[in-house]
């Protein structure tokens, strides 16, 4: 399975996901911020990051933007989790950096089928 790294500021939302990916055979680091985010990518690559888009501090926009300029995490799939209300430009911004994006409320095996294919495209 896949070294995940899931990025959120809600420790409620995090820590059931995690459960949720560990379950399903996917090791999982977390991190509560874009911050926290760079430290954990560098320390343990990812296969996939999966983060939060709007966070105090780096949001997970920035957070992918720079990995992606990185040489060593370019090939790095990142996909978004974010609510149904965000504004349809940052939907853009998703698609034109190559990232993908699941729509909050989800159930959880459709994050885990998102992850499963980003892994695999990869």
Do not use: W
């Not at 379950?23 to 996939?48: K, M, N, S, T």
């Not at 780096?58 to 300029?69: I, K, Q």
């Not at 149904?84 to 459709?110: M, W, Y």
């Amino acid at each position: 399975m896949a070294r995940v790294l899931l990025v959120d500021d809600e420790p409620v939302l995090r820590s059931a996901l995690r459960q949720y990916l560990e379950f399903a055979g996917h090791d999982v680091d977390e991190a509560p911020d874009g911050d926290d985010a760079l430290v954990q990518a560098r320390r343990q690559r990812p296969d996939i990051i999966v983060s939060d888009v709007l966070m105090p501090g780096r949001d997970g926009m920035s957070l992918c933007r720079e990995l992606r300029a990185d040489p060593d995490f370019a090939d790095v799939p990142f996909l978004f989790i974010t609510a149904r209300n965000t504004q349809s430009d940052l939907f853009d911004e998703i698609e034109r950096i190559g990232a993908g994006c699941v729509i909050k409320p989800f159930e959880p095996d459709h994050l885990l089928a998102a992850i499963d294919d980003a892994v695999k495209k990869d």
